[in-house]
């Protein structure tokens, strides 16, 4: 067992090699790892045949017990497998891209054996990022912070993918511990950040290639580009074959919903999308795709009405999550720091306003977004806290949300309930 | 096939993180059962412990049929092993056959699932052999003995172990679910996009 009171990364440890003659090495040392290889998680079969689920079984055991080995290991041995055992972070990461998500498409019931394995796994295998994320144990068990910081990043024991994975797979209930952990990891390894920024335009490509796939124009230099006149047309959510159709839709949600539970979870990440315009992508987005799929998924002839009434789900849910992940980034770059009273609150209001007037042409987000969050309730907070806003701008504003109500052909719930 | 996911293009698109195929295998299983049975062969009891327990305090006829009993046990871990596996990796799988039915009577679904995780798939002769074996083996033998005994062995090798990180963890398994804003039949949206004049 290494000393006491000595960071991990700084402790030295005496123990007896392989040919029994003792030896000093660093606490921290490729020799210390145990050769347990660690297999690949793969999910329950879809159509529960006995082989495959036995095969399925026989698998989720052995990374059970081996993660509940790993949970079981003194501190220094558990760093020593995380960092020079590679088996171990493709079991984790593994399990993180294939586990089977509550918004995935539903498949057949998991048999009482199947759902207790993936439960001790399910578990484990937050427990084994959740200790992972933390540097420091206990009094006596502890990293240094930049150390660990290194040792995380260099080893790609955390990366943005996997946060985002880890938040769309736990964050449900676990929202405050995956919080601490979060904030924890991007504390000690502010280049998290940067890999974050980075990421950002490639989640706005997400977004494109729905729109392309879809036939629809999306911004940059390539929508701009003259058509030839021999060249194919592009297909549309109308004329595409279902299954690709199911795709995009099932593509769609899952992006909304992990980028919605990340920036919930993780509000500090707010102000890197909102950098890269985050804020008017979205919306502008949201007019082009949403009114196309929705008309597809309701006008296209399916044979299985229960994937039609799927995929309407499933439009609807993501609906929810863009209008949802637009108030949050609204509500973190915008609205906090003026109902906190921070400094320039005068050019926090002045951008929240422009970005309430960027969505008056996009009249059918524009609705549901108010719909959700009623524009008038924050303008109301803004006047609160700054009694000098321009009137007239905002009564614009509120009259341009009433006409995109009236644009859209739909009434406020609340109008329907008076007039009934 | 896993659905399309957004880490999924984020893995693939951008240079944030390792470029690996979450399918491919390092270890397939047999090479983890392998691996399991050298990691259990390390656990401190081996076959010669086992058989000098077996015969201590025994007088020469309950020694005698003892040794014939241990040498019908190796004969159903070499069934189940593989007969093209070394004696060592023989003796191994007779130790954990001793250890897995020290205490039953019958073999059961845990013990089948037990032994077959260890050795894959194995004759269901050789472990009613073994069963049988192991029990006219520890017949003789005081209650409490043999388990004493096992526990003794294994402790050498545990004496490291901590206790589990993350027990006291308040952990829930919520997931996320479908959250829509309406049903397809309550939807009452207008089927062409709305033109707006400014």
């Known amino acids: ?420 | 096939m896993s659905p399309p996911r957004l880490t999924g293009a984020l893995r693939s698109f951008s240079n944030v993180s390792k470029r690996e195929d979450p399918t491919e295998q390092l270890y397939d299983l047999k090479a983890k059962r392998i691996k399991r049975q050298e990691l259990f062969a390390r656990e401190g009891l081996t076959w010669q412990k086992i058989v000098h327990f077996c015969s201590e305090h025994q007088d020469k006829a309950k020694q005698q049929a003892a040794s014939e009993e241990l040498k019908t046990l190796i004969q159903a871990a070499k069934e189940i092993v593989g007969a093209e596996h070394g004696q060592e990796a023989i003796e191994c799988a007779a130790v954990f056959l001793f250890e897995t039915f020290q205490n039953k009577d019958h073999v059961g679904t845990e013990e089948t699932r037990a032994i077959k995780q260890m050795f894959g798939p194995f004759p269901s002769s050789a472990a009613e052999a073994s069963c049988a074996c192991v029990a006219r083996l520890v017949a003789p033998l005081d209650d409490g003995k043999v388990e004493d005994f096992i526990k003794t062995q294994r402790s050498r090798y545990h004496y490291q172990r901590g206790s589990t990180f993350g027990r006291n963890v308040n952990f829930s398994y919520d997931l996320y679910k479908l959250d829509p804003l309406e049903d397809l039949q309550g939807s009452d949206l207008d089927d062409e996009r709305v033109d707006v004049d400014f």
Not at chain 1, 336 to 346: A, C, V
Request: with cysteine.
């Open chain 1, 1 to 420: 067992m290494a000393c006491a009171r000595v960071p991990l990364d700084e402790q030295q440890v005496t123990e007896s090699g392989s040919s029994g003659k003792e030896r000093t090495l660093p606490a921290l040392h490729p020799d210390r790892k145990e050769e347990r290889c660690f297999v690949p998680y793969k999910p329950p079969p879809e159509d529960g045949s006995p082989a495959e689920v036995e095969e399925f079984l026989e698998h989720a055991r052995f990374i059970a017990e081996d993660l509940e080995w790993l949970l079981a290991l003194p501190h220094d041995k558990f760093w020593c497998q995380v960092v020079f055992d590679e088996s171990l972070l493709r079991c984790l990461d593994s399990y993180l891209q294939l586990a089977p998500r509550g918004l995935d498409l539903g498949t057949l019931p998991l048999s009482p054996a199947v759902a207790d394995v993936q439960r001790t796994i399910h578990k484990a295998v937050f427990l084994t990022f959740l200790r992972m994320a933390t540097h420091k144990e206990s009094k006596e068990h502890f990293i240094t912070p930049a150390v660990f910081g290194e040792i995380i990043y260099n080893n790609f024991v955390f990366d943005i993918p996997k946060i985002l994975d880890l938040c769309v797979l736990f964050g449900k209930g676990n929202s405050q511990l995956l919080h601490k952990m979060i904030e924890n990891i991007f504390t000690q390894q502010p280049a998290y950040y940067s890999d974050l920024e980075e990421t950002v335009p490639t989640v706005l490509q997400v977004f494109d290639t729905i729109l392309k796939k879809c036939g629809l124009q999306c911004e940059g230099a390539t929508a701009m580009e003259p058509m030839k006149l021999n060249e194919q047309k592009q297909p549309t959510a109308m004329s595409m074959k279902l299954e690709e159709l199911a795709d995009l839709v099932l593509y769609l949600c899952d992006s909304t919903s992990t980028i919605h539970a990340f920036l919930d979870i993780f509000p500090a990440a707010c102000s890197s999308f909102h950098s890269h315009g985050f804020l008017s992508r979205l919306p502008s987005f949201y007019e082009a795709a949403v009114p196309d799929l929705e008309k597809a998924i309701r006008k296209r002839s399916f044979d299985d009405k229960s994937l039609q009434e799927d995929l309407w789900k499933r439009m609807s849910h993501s609906c929810r999550k863009m209008v949802e992940t637009t108030h949050l980034l609204l509500h973190h770059t915008c609205l906090q720091p003026i109902l906190e009273g921070r400094e320039n609150m005068q050019t926090f209001a002045e951008e929240l306003l422009q970005y309430f007037t960027s969505f008056l042409p996009e009249k059918r987000f524009l609705v549901d977004y108010d719909d959700e969050f009623p524009i008038s309730d924050d303008i109301s907070l803004l006047q609160q806290a700054l009694p000098v806003i321009d009137e007239t701008r905002t009564l614009y504003l509120l009259q341009g949300v009433e006409s995109a109500w009236d644009a859209t052909g739909r009434r406020r719930p609340q109008t329907e309930g008076a007039s009934s």
